[in-house]
């Protein structure tokens, strides 16, 4: 009963080479976030649409972006990675922001050669 | 590659005792918290959260107190197993301006010895 899914679970691209990676969902949740998990440190949020709004944290590198082309999915897209751009980056929804549980898929774990 | 990442406080217990990992959080105004466990290689998964108007919550062998007044958390596990092992992390909902988001603790690196 996979409720958020990410593909691929590990992703190898070479630096400057632009990746996308998706998240779907199954819960009909408003909310999609995407985070930023490098070792032995807690997730950072990178930005998360309600609905169709985008919601940006102020210290998300402009070569990040995202798209939500419809409720059950997202993309994050990395323009030119760098080589500190490896990292897990998550996927979560949830079914609002306030006092909501966020629900995380399995990650997937980006390699910048 | 990566950059080398901060060293994780650690939690060694021995399999069948009880765990309380604890976490401070920043914001007095925060007023929802959730404490998320991550095994290696995973994404977190929810285990318990816990609104301001409670002190305590309990679940299935885990249980959360929550002590406003000095913004702390903590997380207690009963009858820790190997299966516990993996890191810990507080998270409270903090407002963010016109939306609210999830801020994260550092984590615990809890390892049960069989």
């Known amino acids: 009963d996979a409720m958020v899914i990410q593909n691929p679970r590990y992703q190898v691209t070479q630096f400057g080479k632009p990746v996308t990676l998706s998240c779907s969902q199954t819960l009909n949740h408003n909310v999609m976030y995407w985070y930023q998990q490098k070792s032995s440190q807690a997730p950072k949020l990178l930005f998360h649409?309600?609905?169709?709004?985008?919601?940006n944290e102020a210290d998300t590198p402009d070569n990040f972006q995202s798209r939500r082309p419809n409720t059950s999915f997202c993309f994050l897209d990395i323009r030119s990675p760098g080589l500190g751009d490896a990292a897990m980056y998550l996927c979560a929804t949830s079914r609002d922001w306030y006092q909501e549980t966020q629900y995380f898929g399995p990650g997937t774990r980006l390699l910048v050669l | 590659g990566e950059s080398v990442g901060l060293h994780l406080p650690t939690l060694s217990v021995q399999e069948g005792d009880n765990s309380i990992i604890n976490c401070a959080y920043s914001n007095s105004a925060s007023d929802y918290f959730i404490w998320y466990k991550q095994e290696s290689g995973k994404g977190p998964q929810f285990i318990i959260d816990?609104?301001?108007?409670?002190d305590k919550r309990q679940g299935q062998r885990v249980t959360v107190l929550l002590n406003k007044t000095v913004k702390h958390l903590s997380l207690q596990i009963a009858a820790t197993q190997p299966g516990d092992s993996a890191v810990y992390f507080c998270a409270e909902n903090t407002s963010g301006g016109s939306n609210y988001k999830l801020t994260f603790g550092k984590g615990t690196l809890l390892t049960v010895n069989p």
């Open positions: 816990i609104r301001s108007n409670m």
């Open positions: 649409y309600y609905d169709k709004d985008f919601n």
